[in-house]
C-alpha cells in the first residue's frame, strides 16, 4: 500500500482535531436588548470561555464584578456550534439549545447567533491555549 503525503494528512490527528478547544477570551460582541443592540468589549467586560472535547464553560466579570457563568454540552456541525446550556446563573438560559455559525480565523473565534431570522448576538473570542 502506498501512503502519500495527502492520506497522511487527512488520518493526521491535527487535521481531525477541533479547531475550538482550549482556552478563549472575550475580544467584542454585540447584543440584541429590548432596546436595542448593545456593545461590550475586553477589558470593561472580561471572560474567559472554556471548551473541552465535550462541554464548554464561561464565567464573565463586568467592570470587576462577577455577572454569569455557565455551561454545558455542545456539539460541532459543519460551520456550526450548537450548545445546550446545562448550568449556570442565568435561569432563562438553562436548557437552552443555540445554534451558533462560527469561523476561526487566525487565533480569533468569530460567532453569531440569529434565531427565528432576527439577530442574537455576535462575539469574537481570542485563543489563549
Known sequence: MKVTALSLLLLSPVALANPLLGTWEFVEGKYATPDG???AQAPNLTSIKLITEAHHSYITQSEGKFKYAGGGSYKIEGDRFIETYEYGNVTTLLGRTMSFSYK???NLWHHELYEDG???EKEV???VQ
Open 125 to 127: 473570542w481570542k485563543k
Open 37 to 39: 443592540i448593545v456593545s
Open 118 to 120: 432576527k439577530f442574537v
Open 104 to 106: 476561526i480565523d487566525g
